[in-house]
C-alpha cells in the first residue's frame, strides 16, 4: 500500500528535552500516572472531518490543505484511498480512537439506496482497517447540517418529510456505528434550533426532537447496540440559538422528556466557551448528573468569535479538564477527540502531526499537573474546608432536609452574627500556577 506520509515515521517519546519536534514531550502513552499508563487515562480520539475532510477554506477564501491522497473526487475508490491515509496517520502518531460523520466518509448517492450502499462499503474498509490497525471507533454520527434538504434543522424541521430523511439517516448511521463496534454514538444538532423566532414554533419542534431521540433510542435497543448515546451541547452556530444550547439545557431537556437515563454529555471546550461559559464549568454541571460521557479537545481563541476549533495547547485548560476526569475516575466509553483543526496556513499534511503532538502533550502535561495538584492535596483541602461548618450537626440537619424555617431562626438568634472567611481566590490562582509553571512531570513507568 502506498504511503501518504513520507519522511513521518512513528512518533516516539523523547522527552522534555528532546529537541526532535515530530516526538512527545510529555505524553508518553505506557508512563503511569496514579497507576494507570497515560493512554488509558486519555483515550486520544482522531476525528476523521477535520483530519481528513477539511480543505482549511474560509468565508473568504479557498482551501489551502494539502492532500496527496485525495484526488478531490466524490468517488469510492477516492473516499477508500484517504481511509488508508487516515489509518497510516493513527498508526504514526500512536493514536487508537477515531470518530467519524457518516457522510465525510462515504459520499452520497443519487437516491437513499444508492447513498446507504455506498455507506456499508466505506464501513466494509473500516471494518478492515480497524481490524489490521487494532484501532477501535469512540463514537460515529450522522451528518444532518450540510446537506441543503437540512436548511431548517433535521429533527426540528417544519417539514415531517426532511423529519423522514433525518430518521433514515440516523439509523443507518448507528447500524455503521454498531457494525464498528463503536463505543458511542453522538447527537449534534447543528441545525436544531432557529434563525429567527418569528418562524418557528419551538415547543413543537422540541417535542419533535424528544420524539426522533425516542425513537433512536428504540433501535438502539432492537439492533442490540450497547454504545454510549451522547448529546453534544452548543449554543449557536450554524443556527442563531440552538436548542442544546449548553449542559445544564441539555440536561433539563432530557429530564424533561425522561431520556435522562439514555443519554450523557459529549462537552466541547470551545462550545462551552461559546455559551459563556468556562469549560470547568461545563463539565462539572455534566459530572454533577452523572452525565459526563466525552469530551470534544479543542479550544477557541479569545480574540475570535464562533467555534474555531483550535488545538488544545492551553495548558491552564487541559489541567481544569484532566482534574475533573480524574476526579470522576476516568471515562468509561468516552475519551478525548480532537474535534480540532489546523489554522488555514498550516497546510502541509506533516502539519496534522505538529498539530496533534501539540494536543496530545499538552493533555497528557495537563494530566500530570492534575495529577500532582491531587497528590499535593492543598487545593483540595482548602476546596473542603471551605464548608467545614457544614459538617456540624446543623448543616447535616439541613442537608438531610429535616431543618426549618422557624428552627434556623432559633439558631441564626443564638449564634450571632457569622463569622466569615476569607474565599482566597488570588492564593489558589497563585498555588495552580505552582504546578502549571513547575511541574517536572516525570510519568513512571
Ligand atoms: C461542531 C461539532 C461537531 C460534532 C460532531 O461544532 O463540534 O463537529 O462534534 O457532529
Ligand atoms: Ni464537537
Ligand atoms: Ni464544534
Same mark, same amino acid.
Given at each position: ?32 500516572? /496514579? ?21 482549511? +477554506? ?13 484526488? +478531490? ?27 467519524? &460523520? ?13 447513498? &446507504? ?114 448529546? /453534544?451541547?452548543?449554543?449557536? /452556530? ?32 470551545? &462550545? ?15 459530572? #454533577?448528573?452523572?452525565?459526563? +460521557? ?106 438531610? +432536609? ?9 439558631? #441564626? ?33
Amino acid at each position: 500500500m502506498s504511503e501518504f506520509f513520507e519522511g513521518v515515521s512513528k512518533i516516539e517519546f523523547g522527552g522534555p528535552e528532546c529537541d526532535d519536534a515530530l516526538s512527545f514531550k510529555w505524553y508518553d502513552a505506557e508512563g503511569e500516572v /496514579e497507576g494507570i499508563p497515560m493512554r488509558q487515562h486519555l483515550r486520544f480520539a482522531a476525528c476523521y472531518w477535520h483530519t481528513m475532510r477539511n480543505t482549511l +477554506g474560509d468565508p473568504f477564501g479557498a482551501g489551502t490543505a494539502r492532500m496527496p491522497w485525495d484526488d +478531490g473526487t466524490e468517488s469510492l475508490e477516492n473516499a477508500s484511498r484517504r481511509v488508508g491515509a487516515f489509518f497510516e496517520f493513527l498508526s504514526k502518531i500512536g493514536i487508537d480512537r477515531y470518530c467519524f &460523520h457518516d457522510r465525510d466518509v462515504a459520499p452520497a448517492g443519487e437516491s437513499i439506496e444508492e447513498t &446507504h450502499d455506498n455507506l456499508n462499503q466505506i464501513v466494509a474498509v473500516l471494518e478492515g482497517h480497524q481490524r489490521t490497525h487494532d484501532v477501535r471507533l469512540l463514537w460515529g454520527t450522522a451528518c444532518l447540517f450540510d446537506h441543503p434538504r437540512y436548511v431548517h434543522g433535521a429533527a426540528t424541521s417544519p417539514s415531517v418529510d426532511v423529519f423522514a430523511h433525518a430518521a433514515s439517516q440516523v439509523r443507518r448511521a448507528i447500524d455503521a456505528t454498531h457494525r464498528l463496534g463503536g463505543e458511542g454514538y453522538v447527537f449534534w444538532g447543528g441545525r436544531e434550533g432557529y434563525d429567527t423566532l418569528l418562524n418557528t414554533d419551538m415547543p413543537r419542534e422540541l417535542k419533535h426532537l424528544a420524539a426522533f431521540l425516542r425513537m433512536a433510542v428504540a433501535y438502539k435497543r432492537e439492533i442490540g447496540f450497547e454504545g454510549a448515546f451522547y448529546l /453534544e451541547p452548543k449554543p449557536k /452556530e450554524p443556527t442563531t440559538h440552538q436548542y442544546d444550547f449548553d449542559a445544564a439545557t441539555c440536561l433539563n431537556f432530557l429530564r424533561e422528556h425522561e431520556l435522562l437515563d439514555e443519554f450523557s454529555l459529549n462537552i466541547e471546550t470551545n &462550545h462551552a466557551t461559546l455559551a459563556g461559559h468556562s469549560i470547568e464549568h461545563e463539565l462539572h454541571v455534566a459530572a #454533577a448528573a452523572g452525565a459526563l +460521557g466525552s469530551i470534544d479537545a479543542n479550544m477557541g481563541h479569545p480574540q475570535l468569535g464562533w467555534d474555531t476549533d483550535h488545538f488544545p495547547t492551553d495548558l491552564y485548560v487541559t489541567t481544569a479538564v484532566m482534574r475533573v476526569v480524574l476526579q470522576m475516575g476516568g471515562f468509561e466509553t468516552g475519551g478525548l477527540n480532537f474535534d480540532a483543526k489546523r489554522r488555514r496556513g498550516s497546510f502541509e499534511p506533516v502539519d496534522l502531526f505538529h498539530a496533534h503532538i501539540a494536543g496530545m502533550d499538552a493533555f497528557a502535561r495537563g494530566l500530570l499537573i492534575a495529577a500532582e495538584i491531587r497528590k499535593d492535596g492543598r487545593l483540595d483541602q482548602m476546596l473542603h474546608d471551605r464548608y467545614a461548618s457544614w459538617d456540624g450537626a446543623l448543616g447535616r440537619s439541613i442537608e438531610a +432536609g429535616e431543618a426549618t424555617l422557624e428552627s434556623l431562626e432559633s439558631h #441564626a438568634m443564638q449564634s450571632g452574627e457569622p463569622a466569615l472567611q476569607s474565599g482566597r481566590e488570588e492564593l489558589l490562582h497563585a498555588l495552580v500556577n505552582q504546578f502549571v509553571g513547575g511541574s517536572s512531570g516525570a510519568a513512571r513507568r
